[in-house]
């Protein structure tokens, strides 16, 4: 039997998170310094949704891209779609809720487009599994965005195995963008990544230092992540921070991480992790203080 291909999902190694963005309170030059200087350490992909920052992250960074809109051609921007939240912003939102149809996917993207100031997103997700998602729009309506340019490739975030399985059976995903680090080892034995591996597809990994939590937290399961990951760290002469990136990267399936940090320092420690390959035992010692006991 021939492999299944999956579409292309061309990222830099190390994604950026824009969610935080509106939270950094920067004004436009600062954005686009920031911008530039993730590029030019090699964190050329964004990852964007319509709702971060309360509807407000694309607009920002779409105000900081356009002053420098040369930038655009080197860097790969992923869109997400699919919630609606209840706020100033859209006002009309009675109930936070998910909506997958057709319609919303094709106006959040053009919305997306609009704020962010480009033509086209490099990758689109759906953001959240969605009970009454219904495949087949779903997948309509993806056909149509990329047959108008506006978007090159499409995945799903937060999607259990069966779900990605139904939509990925009316159109091919490139990739399921998933919450994965020692204080949260469910996708590692649920099948989420054993799909990823059998599809041959690389997942994006969100919140990988647990919103700070993995490296700050200061319950007992934090506290013993911590050091595991610190005596790691001081047996390679990296920080915990880089390890915790390299026991995600350890993965054969070649996960893309999602940054979330303001700081290039914890840009540059994620990237050093590129360069540290754990061996087994190393990995199972922080995955084992994460679970709180040892394998088998
Ligand atoms: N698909 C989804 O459902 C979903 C959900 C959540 C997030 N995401 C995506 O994933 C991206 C990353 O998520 P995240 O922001 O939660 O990532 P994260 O890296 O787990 O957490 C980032 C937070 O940790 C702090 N931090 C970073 N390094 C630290 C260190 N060495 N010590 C202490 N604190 C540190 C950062 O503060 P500083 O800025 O001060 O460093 C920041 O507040 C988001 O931007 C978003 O694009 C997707």
């Known amino acids: 039997m021939s492999p299944v291909i999956p579409p292309n999902l061309a990222l830099s190694p190390i994604v950026a998170g824009a969610w935080r963005m509106a939270d950094w309170g920067w004004n436009a030059e600062q954005r686009v310094r920031w911008i530039e200087q993730c590029m030019e350490l090699g964190v050329t992909s964004f990852d ?25 051609q080197h860097m790969q921007l992923v869109g997400k779609c ?89 159109i091919a995903l490139a990739t399921n963008q998933i ?13 989420t990544l054993d799909q990823c591996q059998r599809l041959r597809l690389r997942p994006m990994i969100w919140s990988p230092l647990a919103g700070g939590a993995l490296l700050t937290g200061g319950d007992e399961r934090s506290r013993r992540v911590q050091a595991a990951l610190q005596a790691v760290g001081q047996r390679h002469g990296v920080s915990a921070a880089t390890v915790a990136y390299a026991w995600l990267l350890r993965h054969p399936t070649r996960p893309h991480p999602l940054t979330g940090s303001q700081r290039l320092e914890a840009i540059r420690e994620a990237l050093a992790a590129l360069q540290l390959k754990l061996d087994a035992e190393s990995w199972t010692e922080i995955w084992q203080a994460g679970s709180g006991h040892e394998v088998a």
Not at 49 to 72: N, S
């Open 48 to 72: 964007h949704a319509d709702i971060y920052g309360g509807y407000r992250v694309e607009a920002l960074f779409g105000e900081a891209l356009a002053l420098k809109p040369m930038l655009r």
């Open 82 to 170: 699919g919630i609606k939240l209840v706020g100033e912003a859209r006002p009309e939102h009675r109930v936070k809720h998910y909506d997958t149809s057709a319609a919303h996917i094709t106006r959040s993207v053009e919305a997306s487009l609009r704020a962010l100031q480009t033509d086209h997103l490099d990758l689109l997700l759906i953001h959240r599994p969605d009970a009454l998602m219904d495949a087949d729009d779903v997948a309509e309506a993806f056909t149509s965005l990329r047959q108008a340019g506006k978007v090159r490739a499409f995945g799903v975030s937060n999607f259990t195995p069966a779900q990605f399985d139904l939509l990925n059976s009316r």
């Open 179 to 191: 919450e994965l680090h020692p204080l949260h080892l469910s996708p590692l034995h649920d099948g």
